[in-house]
Structure formats: C-alpha cells, structure tokens
C-alpha cells in the first residue's frame, strides 16, 4: 500500500475508515489489554493511538497553514518526539480514543470539500 499513490477518493476513504476499524478491534478489550505490549519491539494499543494522536496534532496543523498560506516552511517536528511532550501514553484509551476519532472528523471536515487544485498545495 505504501508504494502505491492513492487517489484523493481512497485516501479520504481510508481516513473515514480508521477511527471505525481501531474501535471494531479494540471492542471488549481491557484496560489493561489495551497496555499490554505484545512482543518486544511491538506497541500496546495505547502506544498506537498516542502515536496516531501524536500525528493529528503535528501534521494536522502543517495541512490547516499548507491550506492558509502559499509554500509554507516548517520546522521538522517528529511526531515521536512530540509524543514527549503530551500525556497519551499516560491517558485511558477510551477518552483518548474520542478524541482521536474528534480529530479525525475535524480533518476530515477540512479536506472532503477541498477543490481539486487545492490538493497539490505544497510547502517545505
């Protein structure tokens, strides 16, 4: 999937879908399920979602000024490192997890009615 461009269609498609297939996977597990880190090098399911919030909050943001301003330049800001300075691993999964899906439907709000031009805005 990785290699493969996805249209603007399927990649909207694929973020509607997310927030639907965490929470169909993670129905019925535990709290402490939800921290329980597999194997060594695999995240918990809380570590996943501080990381996916990790990245609304880092990206959704360049995409808001990426659609405010003409060729934005961004101080790099790893979503890794950003996680730091949050609480989300520390966070219940299930509030946490609203949040996430809140962040989700808000992006989701900005780039469904975009103009096609507006997709191949750009920024450094």
Known sequence: MY??????????????????????????LSPAQLR???S???WSAVDVLAHLRSCADVWGGCIATILAED?????AVNP????KQTDYPNLAFRPSFDT???QRAEL??????????????GAR
């Open 40 to 42: 060594h090098d695999v």
């Open 3 to 28: 290699d493969t461009p996805l249209t603007v269609e399927q990649l909207l498609a694929h973020l509607a879908a997310g927030p639907a297939h965490i929470a169909e996977l993670t129905a019925g």
């Open 71 to 75: 060729h934005p330049t961004f101080r």
């Open 80 to 83: 890794v490192t950003w996680i």
């Open 36 to 38: 329980t880190v597999p």
């Open 100 to 102: 996430y899906a809140e």
């Open 108 to 121: 989701l709000a900005v780039l469904e009615p975009l103009p096609p031009e507006a997709w191949s805005r």
